[in-house]
């Protein structure tokens, strides 16, 4: 069973933008802490962007601060990441996740306490 569904991967051009979703089915979606994570051929998985149970708390990698926003509908049992500015070495499969926490509040700043992932969308970054 498929629980995170991930959509919106492109072709954009450098300083283009894009926004990511990732759709939940078959969780309580306000349950659990959520984060987008990427990797490209040949490197390492990385955590991009967290978010908490409620959406009041988030924590982004050094690298995308100030172009990508993370954020979620709770009643559309939807995840977001909304990009811009995107540059040349930022092509990568994009990953949702999800990780059950008792606290509305926390974000998951380990891929290990994250229970669920989705297949991924494919972001290309090319002129």
């Known amino acids: 069973a498929q629980h995170l569904v991930e959509s919106g991967g492109d072709l954009v051009q450098p300083g283009g933008s894009l926004r990511l979703s990732c759709t939940a089915s078959?969780?309580?979606?306000?349950?659990?802490?959520m984060g987008w994570f990427r990797q490209a051929p040949g490197k390492e998985r990385e955590g991009v962007s967290y978010i908490s149970r409620s959406g009041g708390s988030t924590n982004y990698a050094d690298s995308v601060k100030g172009r990508f926003t993370i954020s979620r509908d709770n009643a559309k049992n939807t995840l977001y990441l909304q990009m811009i500015s995107l540059k040349p070495e930022e092509p990568a499969m994009y990953y949702c996740?999800?990780?059950?926490?008792?606290?509305?509040?926390?974000?998951?700043?380990?891929?290990?306490?994250?229970?669920?992932w989705g297949q991924g969308t494919q972001v290309t970054v090319s002129s």
């Open positions: 996740a999800a990780g059950r926490t008792g606290a509305r509040w926390e974000v998951l700043l380990r891929a290990q306490d994250y229970n669920y």
């Open positions: 078959l969780l309580t979606f306000d349950d659990y802490a």
